[in-house]
């Protein structure tokens, strides 16, 4: 059997389809829009084993097949190819330098000083939230989290408003033509880009931009390429997903009292329930894909060296053997370790980030709008490996 992950039945109840799945084994058959067939996992063990196994399941295939990364986005623009080697796909050793170099910005601690900023940004957003029928998305949980990455950054302000404009293409990638015309639409984003880092070269400043812009690695400083893809991988990777985990907490917490009250009467333990929306929600299905440098059968069943294969995040995230009752939504589930952020060498970078961010959002919104009512039921987004609403529009 070929599953498939964008199936609207799949992705509004899953637990029929992740019940079969798991009954074939630790490994089944998927279809991806663009990719085509992959093995992906179906238990959090196997997850977990795949995940922790980096020189057994590569992220560049280059050295296994022969055919790098950046020939399969042939389609992709020539000025855009080298972007395309950002620390997600890369293996180590050069994972771990590039991933060093970023990790003391995204500490906890450091993030965490954040937070009186960005409530002041949430605020402001929901000062100027009309009353009525709104697409909540547009005015608040797109623009938040997208400040939270120019705030990380040190983008000046007066800058976030044309940044927001050129890169919006990105959020409606969903085939390779779209995809084409975000990149082409990049170009302005990236000659803005290589201004900041021109000034930050002059005058060092806060924000991970200048951080990067003086990081030395051996005596290395970053080329312009690698500063760019990291950038544009902080933004890719961080506010898409972001906006997701928010908009499912928004419309799961406006369409069942019971849990709404746990919210407003909890203010301690949000953080639990956000960890809870991570887990069933899981709006990363699935991480990059890996190739198999060998044949093996570590997960159970044998693939062939150079294949294709990913965790499911989801699967791992309702796994009965993990989770007891994976199906039920427990507001305070304690332990929830989840696989919603990853694991292993790639585990996500700003998942303290997502989490403030989501806790801010939500805190902000119940409690500037405490009446807010869902206007309609969304329906899920279709766009490979994510799972979130497709909406989300409110009456305020
Ligand atoms: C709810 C929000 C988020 C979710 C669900 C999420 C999920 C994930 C997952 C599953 C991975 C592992 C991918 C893989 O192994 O291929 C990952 C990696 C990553 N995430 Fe996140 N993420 C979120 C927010 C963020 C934010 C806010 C940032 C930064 C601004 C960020 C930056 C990254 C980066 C840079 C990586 C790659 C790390 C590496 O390759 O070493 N993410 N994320």
Redesign the pocket.
């Given at each position: 059997m070929v599953y498939r992950l964008n199936d609207p039945d799949f992705l509004a109840d899953p637990a029929p389809t992740l019940a079969q799945m798991r009954a074939e084994g630790p490994l089944v058959r998927v279809k991806l829009p663009i990719v085509g067939q992959i093995w992906m996992t179906t238990s959090d063990a196997a997850a977990r084993t795949l995940?922790k196994n980096p020189d057994l399941f590569r992220r560049d295939p280059g050295p296994i097949t022969g055919k790098p990364l950046a020939k399969r986005f042939w389609w992709m623009p020539g000025f855009f190819k080298p972007l395309l080697d950002t620390?997600?796909v890369m293996d180590d050793p050069a994972?771990r330098q590039m991933?060093r170099l970023v990790e003391l910005a995204f500490a906890r601690a450091t993030i965490e000083d954040l937070r009186p900023q960005l409530t002041k940004m949430a605020d402001g957003l929901l000062d100027a939230v009309p009353s009525g029928r709104v697409d909540i998305v547009k005015h608040y949980t797109r623009p938040l989290?997208f400040l939270?990455?120019c705030t990380?950054l040190g983008i000046p302000e007066d800058r976030h408003d044309a940044l927001t404009r050129r890169m919006a293409p990105l959020s409606a990638v969903t085939n390779p033509f779209r995809a084409i015309y975000a990149v082409l639409r990049l170009r302005g984003v990236l000659a803005d880009f290589r201004d900041l880092f021109a000034q930050a070269r002059e005058t060092p400043g806060p924000g991970l931009i200048s951080a990067l812009v003086h990081a030395e690695e051996d005596g290395q400083k970053l080329t312009e390429d690698q500063l760019l893809s990291m950038v544009l991988?902080?933004f890719l990777?961080?506010h898409e997903?972001?906006v997701?985990?928010i908009n499912a907490a928004i419309v799961g917490l406006a369409t069942d009292p019971d849990l709404r009250a746990h919210f407003a009467e909890n203010p301690d333990t949000r953080h639990l329930l956000i960890e809870e929306f991570?887990r069933h929600i899981s709006?990363?299905m699935t991480?990059?894909m890996m190739f198999a440098a060998q044949d093996t059968d570590i997960l159970g069943a044998p693939i062939k060296k150079g294949e294709m294969v990913a965790p499911l995040?989801l699967a791992a995230n309702h796994d009965p053997e993990r989770f007891e009752t994976p199906e039920s939504f427990i507001p305070d589930r304690k332990p929830n370790a989840h696989l919603?952020?990853?694991f292993?060498?790639?585990?996500?970078?700003?998942?303290q980030?997502?989490r403030i961010?989501?806790s801010i959002a939500l805190d902000r919104l119940f409690a500037r709008r405490p009446d807010l009512q869902l206007a309609e039921m969304p329906r899920y987004l279709r766009r490979p490996g994510l799972r979130a609403p497709a909406s989300v529009i409110l009456k305020l």
């Open positions: 995940l620390m997600i994972h991933r989290p939270a990455i990380l991988l902080l990777a961080g997903t972001t997701h985990l991570m709006p990363v991480t990059k995040l919603g952020f990853g292993g060498p790639h585990v996500c970078l700003g998942m980030l997502a961010e989501a």
